[in-house]
């Protein structure tokens, strides 16, 4: 009896993994849609926070932050106003443009440094923007729900990530 609600379970986890990766799919061609033919950067950055937080579940925030002298400034998203300058390696966004590196952030309250623009947000998945070897922006997405993002959500928003940077023309923004 145990073992037959374990495979169900297996089945119905392995179910589950698929749906997510077919909706992830359409999310990318859709991604590809909004962007084609358009290469301004803050227009293709708020189609694709608009595409992100109206089709991912248990989120409260996605956007953008564009690094300008050495501070990430505040670009087009959605969710609750948000804190307009971050320091370059400060809190989760200013740690992945200083890395370069993918923050996914199970609980922010144990990341050192982490800074609440909303008290809803539990946890974060940042993706560093890179334009000609540079990190020249970030993808900043937060969720009310602890351990929101895992690896599935990793591949497929930097799938997205890379077409924003393949479609956007971004020469013109500082990079570190
Ligand atoms: N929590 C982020 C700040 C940006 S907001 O969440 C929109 C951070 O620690 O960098």
Known sequence: MLLLTTLRELKQVSTDIQTKQQDYQLLVQQAKALLSGESDYIANAANISALIYNNLADLNWAGFYFLKAEQLVLG?????????????????????????????????????????????SNSEIVLPITHAGKVVAVLDIDSPELQRFDLIDQQYLSQIADLFVQHSELGSLDGV
């Open 76 to 120: 087009p998203f959605q969710g609750q106003v948000a804190c307009v300058r971050i320091p370059l390696g400060r809190g989760v966004c200013g740690t992945a443009a200083a890395t370069g590196e993918i923050q996914r952030i199970a609980d922010v309250h144990q990341f050192d440094g982490h800074i609440a623009c909303d008290a809803a």
